[in-house]
């Protein structure tokens, strides 16, 4: 288990009600399912997770210190 900070950027925000968050997690799969059930509203984006700044698969392993941002879809222009 890795003690890791998420950010919530946009609607990912606006869902959970917080933009930063601590959490113990091992891998990235086991931060979306906790998301997902904490946050009924957040589990309805089709959001990606990046991890250090660079978009991971559905079962990351995690390290302490890691930094997850939680990004929701993007609209283009």
């Known amino acids: 288990m890795a003690s890791v900070k998420l950010i919530f950027f ?11 968050q601590q959490v113990i997690a091992i891998d990235t799969a086991a931060v ?10 957040l589990g309805k984006l089709n959001y990606a997770i990046a991890v250090n700044h660079k978009l991971v ?7 302490d210190g890691d930094i ?6 993007f609209s283009g222009g």
Not at 57 to 63: H, K, T, V, Y
Not at 68 to 73: G, N
Request: neutral net charge.
């Open 57 to 63: 698969n559905a079962n990351f392993i995690l390290s």
């Open 32 to 41: 979306r399912k906790n998301l997902n059930e904490k946050f009924p509203q």
């Open 10 to 20: 946009s609607a990912a925000a606006e869902a959970t009600g917080f933009s930063e």
């Open 68 to 73: 997850v941002a939680i990004l929701p879809p």
